[in-house]
């Protein structure tokens, strides 16, 4: 059984940066393109960034473009967020994906999420 492990949230001010991690469990982590999601209250859950299976392969939200970086590590099966000069708007809960094997843009797990809060 697949499982995606989010951790690195927390509580920043506009400005600052914060990496998230996700580790992987339970499946051929190689195999696989991975993704960052977000979902603030009151909104739909939203790409925010992707990276193909063997990292070299990156897209990004416009809202994310040139302030984060996707990376993914598939010797420690993690992928990584960094965030950089978060504002307000970033408040969110932050979710790993995993893609559907073969087809871009379909997410078959989800990780539990984990909390940014950016005040101003």
């Known amino acids: 059984q697949a499982q995606l492990v989010e951790s690195g949230g927390g509580l920043v001010q506009a400005g600052d940066s914060l990496r998230l991690s996700c580790a992987a469990f339970g499946f051929a982590f190689g195999l696989y393109g991975m993704g960052w999601f977000r979902q603030a209250p009151g909104e739909e859950r939203e790409f925010v960034a992707a990276?193909?299976?063997?990292?070299?392969?990156?897209r990004y939200a416009d809202s994310a473009k040139g302030r984060f970086t996707i990376s993914k590590d598939n010797a420690k099966n993690t992928v990584t967020l960094q965030m950089n000069s978060l504002k307000p708007e970033d408040t969110a809960v932050y979710y790993c994906a995993r893609e559907r094997l073969g087809i871009l843009d379909e997410w078959d797990y989800w990780g539990q999420g984990t909390q940014v809060t950016v005040s101003s």
């Open positions: 990276v193909g299976r063997d990292g070299g392969s990156t």
